[in-house]
């Protein structure tokens, strides 16, 4: 049994419960070692088998596996914050299918909710925005043009924009289409990690706020009018509003 475990975003005591339970049980951990925090693979049993994925192609990654699954033993893969977002497990998971291996999926807390976190907002403010976009800027590899960040910008949601830091005038030109100079924009770099770093500022100043904070990867990009400070207050807890729970007053 494979079992794909999202680490969290760096905070050892940020993956889930069930993941860490499966961590400790696992006989073969196959890790991505660029971004997941090593401790959470503390927790191991003294005579589990460690691979870190970062040096490793898919094929060998997958041969890893078919080999622990002949010998009946259990692998934990463990990716960074949530393996749905950027975690390449679907060419995985296709893989297993097609050779018959059994696996489960257990999700983590993604990067973006953890540098939510890290600056205390809310994406989805009342009368601001009710949704949010995750997204990146094409770099080595490409986005579909459909989805540049000129044409998600045009929504003026909430955004969270990964794998792009070091791109980071690029990405405020293109905000500048449809965003005004004034929005707030937070870059926060190795959310919930002991070193995290957070600059906040506007489109306006970021790029170098960023540039001289000496930030350049593991960064999420943060960018849309919930973290200013105009917004409504929710209906779900107006004293003038009844619903399923509670009748109004
Ligand atoms: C390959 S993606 C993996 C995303 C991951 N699956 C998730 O749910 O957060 C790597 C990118 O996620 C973002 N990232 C991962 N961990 C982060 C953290 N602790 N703080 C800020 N950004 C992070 C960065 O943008 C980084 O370039």
Redesign the pocket.
């Known amino acids: 049994m494979v079992y794909f475990i999202g680490a969290g975003?760096?905070d050892p005591d940020l993956i889930t419960v069930k993941g860490k339970k499966m961590v400790e049980q696992a006989d073969v951990i196959i890790y991505a070692g660029s971004?997941v925090n090593k401790q959470i693979i503390d927790c191991r049993r003294a005579d589990a088998v460690v691979y870190n994925s970062a040096s490793m192609t898919l094929e060998e990654v997958i041969e890893v596996i078919e080999k622990a699954e002949k010998e009946k033993k259990m692998v934990a893969r463990v990716?960074?914050?949530?393996?749905s977002?950027?975690?390449a497990i679907r060419e995985q998971i296709d893989i297993l299918e097609e050779k018959g291996i059994a696996y489960k999926v257990i999700p983590?807390v993604?990067?973006?909710v953890?540098?939510a976190a890290a600056i205390n907002k809310e994406f989805t403010l009342p009368g601001v925005t009710q949704t949010v976009i995750l997204t990146r800027m094409e770099g080595r590899t490409p986005v579909p043009e459909k989805e540049s960040l000129e044409s998600l910008a045009k929504h003026r949601a909430s955004m969270c924009i990964?794998?792009s830091?070091h791109m980071i005038e690029d990405v405020v030109k293109r905000l500048l289409t449809h965003y005004d100079l004034k929005t707030p924009i937070a870059v926060?770099?190795?959310?919930?990690?002991e070193d995290q770093k957070i600059v906040m500022g506007t489109l306006e100043d970021i790029a170098e706020k960023v540039k001289a904070s000496e930030i350049n990867?593991?960064?999420?990009i943060l960018v849309g009018d919930f973290l200013g400070n105009e917004y409504e207050l929710s209906k779900l807890y107006d004293k003038n509003f009844s619903h399923e729970y509670r009748a109004a007053k």
């Open positions: 975003p760096g971004l990716h960074t914050g949530d393996p977002i950027y975690g983590g993604s990067s973006f953890g540098a990964f794998l830091v926060i770099q190795k959310a919930t990690w990867k593991t960064a999420q």
